[in-house]
C-alpha cells in the first residue's frame, strides 16, 4: 500500500492516464532581436519537453494513434489495449521520460510486397512507442516545418500529392519539358544515424528531445526473434520517420534552389525540370555526386533517367501536352495496381455476403477516385467500372451454383425462359460467362446500384463538379443550371 500511495496521483477516471503538466515558465517579452538563422536552434527550443508531456499533447497524441490503428508491435498490444494499459502504467512510463532511462522497444520487421514486384521492408513500433513518437512528433513539426523549402511537398501539414502534381505541370507550362527523375535507393534503410543528428540540433537545442530522437533510432529491429542492431535507416511507418526524412533531405532541397533548378520533392521522389536532355544529364551527374558524396545516400541507376516528361510518371499521375499547356491524366500502371487490388476483394474464393463485399470495394473505389480527382478524363475511371462490373457479375454466377438457381433468378431479372435454360446449363467458365451477353443485360449497372457499388466514375464525377463549382463561384453554377 505504502509503494501504492507514493506513485504520482492521476486524474480522474476519463483522463486517469493523462500525467500532471509542470508549471508554465512565465512569459518574456518579445524580443527585439533578429529572426533566427537556417543554423540558429529554434526560440521556443526551452519549453519543448514540457510541451511534448502537456497534456493536451499527450491527448491529441493517443487519439491520433487510435485513429491510425494498425497491428501490434513485438509486444502484441494492440492500439485499442493502449489507453487502459496507460491507466496504470503511465506514471511510470513519464517518471522514466522525465530520468532519461525510457528505452524504446525494437520494431517488429514486416515485408511487404511493392508494386514493381520487389518487397519493402517496414518497422511497426510498439503502441505506446507510436504514442510517445506522435508527441514528439506534433511539437517538432512547428520548428522544422516553417524552415523546408516551398518544393519539399511530402508528409507536410497542408501540403500534398496534388499540391506537388500541379507545382510539376507549372515547371512544365514555364517551359522546362525534359525531367531528371532521382530514385533514392532504399533512402529510409540508407540515412545516417550521426548525419541525421548532426541535422536536428540545427533547430532543436534540447537534450532530453534530442537524446529520446537519438534512442528511437537506435532501438533496433526484431526480425524472426531477434534483436537487430541499425546504425542506420529511420524505419517506416513509424510516426516520426517522414520528418526525420525532411530533415535529412531539407540539405538537398537547399542545394537544389541554390543552383537554381526548378524542382519537385515528395519525400524520397525527387523531379528536376530543365530544359533540354543535355541539361538534364548534367544535372543527373552534378546531383547524383552530391547525394552519393554528402548524403551517403546512393542513387538507383536502373531507376532514375532523364527523359522527356511525358514519359515519366510522378506519384502515380502522368502528364500529356496539349495547344493550351500539359494536362494531368493517369499514368498506365495505375489502374493496373488497383485492378490487382479489385482482384483480392472480388475473389470467388472470399466467402462473404455481397453486400460486405461492395462495401470493402466501395471504400477502395472512392479513396481512389479521390486521389486520381485531379486528373482530366474519365476513360481511366469507366474502364475501370467496366471491369469491376464484370468481375462482380463472375462472382454472383459462382453463388447461384446450381441450374435451377441460375434460371430462376435469369428468369427474375428479365431473361426470356428459353435463353435462362440455355444459360443456365452452360459449360464455360464464370468469366467467360461474365462477359456474355445474358449476364450483362440482366445484372446491369442500374443493378449494381441498387446493390450500393460506388464505383469510380460517379465518385469522380462529384468531386471533379465541387471542384469546378468552387473555383467558378455562384456565376458558375446559373451558368450550369440555365436562368430562371
Known amino acids: ?57 499527450l491527448a491529441a497524441a493517443l487519439r491520433r494513434v487510435e485513429q491510425n490503428a494498425g497491428a501490434p508491435g513485438i509486444d502484441g498490444m494492440s ?10 502504467h503511465w506514471p511510470q512510463v513519464r517518471s522514466a521520460l522525465e530520468a532519461g532511462t525510457y528505452r524504446p522497444s525494437p520494431v517488429r520487421r514486416v515485408t511487404i510486397p511493392k508494386p514493381s514486384g520487389a518487397t519493402r521492408e517496414l518497422g511497426v513500433p510498439t503502441a505506446l512507442d507510436r504514442l510517445v513518437q506522435q508527441a514528439l512528433l506534433q511539437v517538432l513539426t ?23 502534381v500541379q507545382a510539376a505541370r ?34 532543436v537545442d534540447d537534450k532530453q ?44 532541397d ?62 502515380g499521375f502522368s502528364f500529356f501536352k496539349r495547344k493550351t499547356g500539359w494536362r494531368i491524366a493517369v499514368s498506365r500502371e495505375a489502374p493496373k495496381r488497383a485492378k490487382r487490388r479489385l482482384r483480392e476483394l472480388t475473389a470467388r474464393t472470399w466467402g462473404v455476403p455481397m453486400e460486405r463485399r461492395i462495401q470493402a470495394i466501395n471504400r477502395f473505389t472512392r479513396g481512389w477516385a479521390a ?10 475511371f469507366s474502364d475501370l467500372d467496366q471491369w ?31 435463353p435462362a435454360r440455355e444459360w443456365a446449363a452452360t459449360r464455360k467458365g464464370p468469366w467467360r460467362t461474365a462477359g456474355s451477353w445474358v449476364l450483362s443485360r440482366s445484372l446491369t449497372d442500374a443493378y449494381w446500384r441498387e446493390q450500393g457499388l460506388a464505383g469510380f466514375t460517379d465518385p469522380y464525377r462529384r468531386l471533379r463538379d465541387a471542384e469546378r463549382a468552387a473555383r467558378c463561384g455562384p456565376a458558375c453554377l446559373v451558368a450550369w443550371e440555365g436562368p430562371g
Request: charged residues 30%; positive net charge.
Open 1 to 57: 500500500m505504502d509503494n501504492e500511495r507514493s506513485q504520482p496521483r492521476l486524474a480522474g477516471p476519463r483522463r486517469i492516464w493523462t500525467p500532471r503538466v509542470k508549471p508554465e515558465a512565465p512569459r518574456r517579452e518579445r524580443s527585439l532581436s533578429p529572426a533566427p538563422g537556417e543554423t540558429t536552434p529554434h526560440p521556443a527550443n526551452a519549453s519543448l519537453w514540457e510541451g511534448f508531456l502537456a497534456r493536451e499533447n
Open 79 to 88: 492500439t485499442k489495449e493502449l489507453r487502459p494499459w496507460l491507466h496504470r
Open 142 to 164: 512547428p520548428v522544422f516545418d516553417p524552415t523546408f523549402a516551398d518544393e519539399s511537398f511530402g508528409f507536410r501539414p497542408g501540403r500534398s500529392a496534388h499540391g506537388a
Open 170 to 203: 507549372r515547371h512544365l507550362d514555364s517551359g522546362a519539358e525534359w525531367v531528371v527523375d532521382l530514385d533514392l535507393d532504399r533512402f529510409f534503410d540508407r540515412v545516417q544515424h550521426d548525419a541525421l543528428m548532426a541535422r536536428v540540433p540545427r533547430r
Open 209 to 252: 528531445v534530442l537524446k529520446l530522437i537519438r534512442g528511437y533510432l537506435e532501438a533496433g529491429v526484431m526480425a524472426d526473434g531477434v534483436k537487430q542492431r541499425t546504425g542506420e535507416g529511420t524505419p517506416q511507418g513509424s510516426p516520426l520517420s517522414p520528418l526525420l526524412s525532411n530533415v535529412y533531405l531539407d540539405d538537398l
Open 254 to 315: 537547399r542545394e537544389l534552389a541554390r543552383r537554381g533548378h526548378r524542382f519537385c520533392r515528395y519525400a524520397d521522389d525527387v523531379m528536376i525540370y530543365v530544359g533540354s536532355e543535355r541539361a538534364g544529364q548534367r544535372v543527373m551527374e552534378g546531383i547524383s555526386t552530391l547525394v552519393e558524396q554528402s548524403l551517403k545516400l546512393r542513387i538507383n541507376r536502373d531507376k532514375s533517367a532523364v527523359a522527356w516528361a511525358g514519359k515519366r510518371p510522378f506519384l
Open 371 to 380: 486521389y486520381f480527382s485531379l486528373a482530366e478524363g474519365e476513360r481511366p
Open 388 to 418: 469491376l462490373r464484370r468481375r462482380l457479375r463472375q462472382v454472383r454466377w459462382k453463388e447461384w451454383k446450381r441450374f435451377s438457381a441460375r434460371r430462376r433468378n435469369l428468369r427474375a431479372l428479365g431473361i426470356p425462359e428459353r
